[in-house]
């Protein structure tokens, strides 16, 4: 029998004790956008560490959106499953574009929307954590995985609640730890191990970077110079 969760923020809790084992140096907690942040907040808060995000997008097949076949990232990262295209002969190139051009204009409208003038933080030689509510195909959090490598970091790892084995499997060749609580046989959908998985509106997701920024700001916090 799995775990099942309140909501996001208490899931964020429960990583925290996994996290903290990691013995993370100078670490930076990245949230995935919406459902993501939530937990991050959570784990940032409790290692004094600072909280960011990174933008992401799902590319959702037309008839399934909730399956991906892919995810676009801030810095011009994409990311395919083959395994997915090749399952759909009736997904195109121009229906993949279409796609990609469609939710890169909602990431770029939620970069602006999320982070306002705020500029990106340094991520070379810090220790990354990449947060989010779940995992099903894993697309969405491989591609902010590649972004975040692509900056230099000094260690990349993935905290989430819940996963795929699949998509556990994937992300753990790529990164450098992976931490998912539970990942039965019997995953459906990443909303089947929460009571309440209520859609992360773009006001919780805009207070909860303020909060978080306005802690790690204050002269003396951790993280404070990174910015």
Known sequence: MYRVFADRRSAGRALVPEVQRCKLEDPIILGLPR???PLAYEIAVALHAPLDTIVVRKLGVPSHPELAFGAIASGGIRVINEDVIQSLPGLDEETIETIAGREMRELRRRERAYRLDRPYPELG?????LV????ATGATMRAAAEAVKSRSPSS???AVPVGSASAVARLAAIVDRIICLESPTSFYAVGQ???DFRQTSD????ELLREAW???DRPGAEGSSHE
């Open 35 to 37: 459902g993501g942040i």
């Open 125 to 129: 030689g810090r220790d990354v954590v």
């Open 132 to 135: 989010d509510d779940g995992l």
């Open 156 to 158: 990349v790892v993935v």
């Open 193 to 195: 191990f929460y009571s």
């Open 203 to 206: 006001d919780e997701v805009r």
């Open 214 to 216: 306005e802690l790690s």
